[in-house]
Every structure is written in structure tokens, then in C-alpha cells.
């Protein structure tokens, strides 16, 4: 069956997806406010796709974003610091009955469009569905697709309805939870870069090519871990428990488990560490600093966790780029989240149940 | 005339000073417990120097730490986290009318001797007479002396003739201030090191040659700026109004004032930038962050000043380095720093002014 699915955005990931859908047999249409950037012929764009995905691909390209009203389920592929921006305006037009899905949803992002459109299911993955870079040839290098995604879902069609539509288009890796606040803490990348970025600032400043993994020190692996004991307990005042850094690398990376820094250089020697970013103005720090880190501090705020390290981290990247991303998380104030209580956060995140959820 | 000096600390610092007393025609001894790694003919030590002093020189070596009782003037050259174990020991044995010098006192560390001591003079110099190391060949090589050393000291011979003895014994360049927290807040070492070290913590823990000039980043300086706008707001609170840290890198590095990454790049220009550390275990953090920052920190607390930027590095510098750095800074308690009032602490610090002084 043909499925016809919007993605927004037309970064690495947005197309890696477009690919993915492309080579399983639906008909994805994109649409971008940077789409110009794409090869494209008339209204289709066409990606060159090298790695777990291969060969050339077609896909549609919207010329408006009203157009998306007519897609039953819409993919957004955004980085946070891409939301405000991009997603805003589109919260407007979301019409009853349409299933937005927001890959690697950061800061609970799914609530704001829950609350901005009545009537439409959110949903929101973890991570992506994979990662993926355009090389400098132009081919998209897509690596292997995630095995597992956690998601959860607001609205009336219910979590087993929301995970079988993502299952449908994107394969049998999602496993759903109950409550939206569990993907977005599940999500390790934001405290993982900011270990990686801060002691390695100046390589990433001046351009050098420096393996992330292989800088993976004892210094890195320490703070790591300092900032997931926090981001776990976190995640336990609001009666999740979550795998730990260690365990997901594990999963991911195929290495025994041990010391952060010692799994670090396993995946060295499995040649599986790619460079660490060579500029300043990066997501690892622009996206995750307010969308990843500074969510986290505001959710220990509501739930009187401390949480010294991220908040460490958070200042020091502040002073270091004279820019206060905690201010740039929009969605604190949007979803009211200074100040509101555990118990409420909670009620808001919670997956409607449907009858067939109910029945699992 | 020959003025009998004890020097304790066998470091390049107490060797350093050693030497240039030699050369100023005077008899200096030396007690350290590390004293053994020195090369030495019976009680004499020998050291050979290059770079701004030259030719071997040799002094004295005491047995025991009794032996410094006999002396009226001991420089104390340790690093503030030797404190403890070496100084510690020897505040019984002070007798009244001793001057005891701290070289690059960090911590209000004079105040903790004086307190220990009944009729001392104690005197802080802000930062060290100057720089050195010793070579892989055993020279000890010394960089040219500080034009300008900042002081201060407590008890009854005063300000003038403290400065006075400094002056006959170590040269025209001490500027004495009337309290011990002008030179303990006008050393800028501890807030440049956390700058300079934090965004290169994995060269330093890899064994890298890096340049540390050659790596002050606009990230770094960015960093630097945050702490030292703290480290002023903090002094201006005790009514003291520092030079600024460009203002210090242009008087000490004769480059022109401008935003610290080009004084910085001046400074690799001219050729004078040293190497950062190459290890983790280095003073830039094991002295300065228990005895500079959380000295610092401690001061704003005092002071009701906001330090989000010293806060943030020593929080982080503990996370990576998994050690409480707060904790290490046995003085804060010692001195009863938390919990204190700033006039309380202003008048502890105040020079007791003596005749000579008030005359000025």
C-alpha cells in the first residue's frame, strides 16, 4: 500500500527518510524552506543515496506548505533550533485527524503542536530514524537505520494506532510508551555531546579533524556520566527509569559494557567513530544546549532534582558563546514548564489510551 | 649587606628565588621535604640556571624544618595545594618578629599563618618573583623577573617595612596595598587557567603539545572575559577596583589591549607562549581550582555577587576530574569564610599600618 507522507525539512535526515519511503514503496512529498538548496527537475528533487540506503531516488517537492493539509501523516525532520522557525508557522494549519510525527523530538515539542491544532495526533520519536551526512561529492551517506526507536503520542487515535502508522512506513522499531516525557528523556545525545563538545571546543573551533570517539577520555567519559546520573534521576522523579549512557552504547555500538571511555575506544578500534564537528556553531551544542540541556535543568527545576553538571554546562557553553541558550528554548515558556508541577506535567504527557491501546 | 633568607619549597619557584638571592649577594637556605631530588654536596644544594638568571649557583640546605626559627625573613614558595601538608606542620614554629613572605598567595593564606602565629609578620605577594622550570637536561630555566609584584601584609611592622624588605632583598617592584585581599584578588592565574584549560582538557589529558597562547581561542577568551568580569564585580564588592585581565596580558606580554584571543595571537606572534600542560594532574587545576576559583566563589557568596561562570567551571572541572575542588580549600573553613561579613573580612585583611606607613 502507498502511503502518502510529508516530510518537513530537507537536511541529511529529512531525505534519508524521504529515501527510506522512497525505496519501501511510498510516495513521500517534502517540503522546506531550504528545499532550493536540493537537485532538483521541476517539482521533484532527486538524492543520490550511498550506505545502508543505495542509489538514486525521487521524491516530491511542495511548493507551499499549505499543501501539507493534505497529507495524512507529516514527518517533521528539524533540528530543535529549527522549530520556532520553521514549525511555527505550520502549527496554524495542521488540520483534525492528521498525524504529525517529530523525529528526535527534543524539549516536548509534540505538546506544543498538541496544544497549538485541535484534533491532531503528535507524535514523537527519541532519535531519528538514522544519521546521516551529504558528502562533499553530493551523495547522501546514510548510515544503519536505528533497530530501536522509543515514541510516545498525544491524541484520539491512542499509542498502539500511532505506533502501527509509524511501523507501517518506517518498519517494526518502534516501541511505544506511555507518556510523552519518555522519549524525550530517553534521548542520551544531548548530555553525550556535551561531554564530547566542552573538552574539545577548541578543536571543533579551529577546524581540526579529531575523531569523536577517539577524544573519548576518562575526562569525558567522567562528565558523561556525571550529567546521565542526573538526567536518570531526573527521569526517576517523574517515575521513569531509564537505561543508562553505558547501556545504550552498548546497544548501539555493539561493545561490552565497562568504563564510558573504554566503550569509547571499542568503537574506535571497530572503526565506527566518525569526526567530531569541526565549527563552533554546531547542533551539538546549538540545538542540544537549549533543546537538550537546558529542558533537562527545567524539568529538575519542577521536580527539585539537582542537577549541578548540566547546569555547569549549560553556563560554561553560555559564557563560552556569549549566548544564552536557555533563553533559546522557547518551548520552557510555551509549555509553562517554570512552574508547573510533576503531577501536572505528567497528566499533559500522558499518551490518550484508545480502545486498542487499552486492550494490549 | 648579606641578609640570612630561608626559603621553603624546592620547587622552580623556591629554586628561582634561591638563585636570585645568590646573585644579589645574598645567603639563602632552603628547607622543603622534597628537597632530596635537588643535586646536592652535603647541606649545599647546586643549580644550574639559564634563560634571565645564568651560572651555577649554590645555598644552603636545612635538615630539619626547627632550623627556619632561626631566620628573620622566609619566602614560603609552594603551590596552594601543598599548603597543608608542608605549611601546616611548620605554623607552630613561627616566633614573634619572624617575617614570613607568601610568594603567589592564593587563598588569604597569609591570614592563616598570621592566625597561627602570635607577633608574625606575614606578607602575601600576589603572584610569584617570577616563572621557571627545570629542563630535561637539569638547567632550571628562569624567564625574566615580574616588573611588578602586588602585596600586601598583617601584623606590626606594616605595610613600609614590609615593602621595605622585600625591596632590599628581591629589587624595586613590589607595590604594597593596604589590604591582603588586594593581591589574594589581583592574581588573574587561576580564572586565565580555567579559560585556557576546560575547552582543551583532552590535549592536556592525551600528553598533547599544544601551545597554550597558540590555542586562546575566541572561545577561550570569550570564557576568560565571563570569569574575570566575576573575579572584579567580586572585588569591587570589597571595594577594591582591579585592572582588568587585557590590562594585565598587555603590561606583562607587551602586546596591545584588544580582544584576549588577538592579544593572544600577538603574544604566539612574539614568540613568548609557552606550552599548555600535558598532563590532567597540573596545578592550572589541582592549586587553582580549590585556592582560586572556589576562593573566589566563597568571596561572592560573602559578597552576595553572582558568580555563574566560576561556579560553572569549578562544578565542571569536578565532574571531569570526579573530585570535590571546593572541598580541597581547607583555608575556606579554616578562616571561617563561609558565613562571614564583608566588613568583617575587610578589616581581618586590613595592613596594620605602623608609624612608617602612616607617614607615607
Same mark, same amino acid.
Given at each position: ?11 541529511? !535526515? ?5 529515501? +527510506?519511503?522512497?525505496?519501501? /514503496? ?24 550511498? /550506505? ?38 505550520? @502549527?496554524?494549519? $495542521? ?28 507524535? /514523537? $520519536? ?16 546514510? @548510515?544503519?537505520?536505528?533497530? *530501536? !526507536? ?29 507518556? %510523552? ?6 534521548? !542520551? ?26 577524544? +573519548? ?11 546521565? *546520573?542526573? *538526567? ?12 543508562? %549512557? ?28 566518525? @569526526? ?33 553538571? %548540566?547546569?555547569?554546562?549549560?553556563? #560554561? ?5 556569549? *549566548?544564552?541558550?536557555?533563553?533559546? @528554548? ?6 509553562? !514548564?517554570? /512552574? ?5 506535567? #505528567? ?14
Amino acid at each position: 500500500m502507498t502511503a502518502r507522507v510529508a516530510i518537513v525539512g530537507a537536511g541529511p !535526515i529529512g531525505c534519508a527518510a524521504a529515501a +527510506f519511503l522512497v525505496r519501501a /514503496g511510498h510516495a513521500p512529498a517534502m517540503w522546506s524552506p531550504t528545499a532550493g538548496r536540493l537537485r532538483r527537475d521541476r517539482d521533484a528533487a532527486t538524492v543520490a543515496c550511498t /550506505g545502508a540506503l543505495q542509489g538514486k531516488v525521487e521524491f516530491e517537492l511542495l511548493d507551499s506548505p499549505d499543501r501539507l493539509a493534505d497529507f495524512p501523516v507529516v514527518l517533521v525532520c528539524l533540528p530543535a533550533n529549527a522549530y520556532a522557525a520553521v514549525l511555527g508557522p505550520l @502549527n496554524a494549519g $495542521w488540520r483534525s485527524g492528521q498525524h504529525v510525527v517529530v523525529s528526535g523530538a527534543l524539549s516536548l515539542a509534540p505538546l506544543w503542536i498538541a496544544a497549538a491544532a485541535m484534533g491532531v495526533q503528535v507524535t /514523537g $520519536w527519541a532519535t531519528t530514524l538514522t544519521t546521516a551526512h551529504f558528502q562533499q561529492d553530493g551523495l547522501l551517506h546514510v @548510515n544503519p537505520l536505528r533497530s *530501536r !526507536i522509543d515514541m510516545a503520542t498525544v491524541g484520539a487515535a491512542g499509542a498502539a494506532s500511532a505506533r502501527q502508522t509509524c511501523a507501517q512506513l518506517f518498519g517494526e522499531r518502534f516501541v511505544a510508551a506511555d507518556s %510523552l516525557l519518555a522519549p524525550a528523556l530517553a534521548n !542520551i545525545n544531548p548530555i553525550a555531546h556535551a561531554a564530547e563538545v566542552i573538552p574539545n571546543l577548541t578543536r571543533m573551533e579551529s577546524g581540526e579533524a579529531w575523531s569523536l570517539f577517539g577524544n +573519548f577520555t576518562p575526562v569525558v567519559g567522567r562528565l558523561a556520566e556525571g550529567l546521565d *546520573r542526573e *538526567r536518570r534521576a531526573v527521569a526517576m522523579a517523574f517515575g521513569l527509569e531509564l537505561p543508562s %549512557l553505558q547501556q545504550h552504547y552498548a546497544r548501539s555500538y555493539h561493545v561490552p559494557q565497562g568504563p564510558l571511555h573504554t566503550m569509547a575506544a571499542a568503537i574506535v578500534r571497530n572503526g565506527m567513530s566518525p @569526526n567530531g564537528p569541526a565549527v563552533l556553531e554546531h547542533r551539538y551544542v546549538l540545538e542540544d544546549a537549549p533543546f537538550g540541556l537546558a529542558f533537562l535543568e527545567a524539568l529538575g527545576g519542577v521536580a527539585d532534582v539537582r542537577t549541578p553538571v %548540566l547546569t555547569a554546562c549549560l553556563s #560554561l557553553l553560555a559564557a563560552a558563546y556569549a *549566548r544564552d541558550f536557555r533563553a533559546d @528554548n522557547f518551548l520552557l515558556d510555551a509549555l509553562g !514548564i517554570p /512552574g508547573t508541577a510533576v503531577g501536572t506535567l #505528567l497528566a499533559r504527557c500522558a499518551a490518550a489510551a484508545s480502545p486498542a491501546s487499552r486492550a494490549r
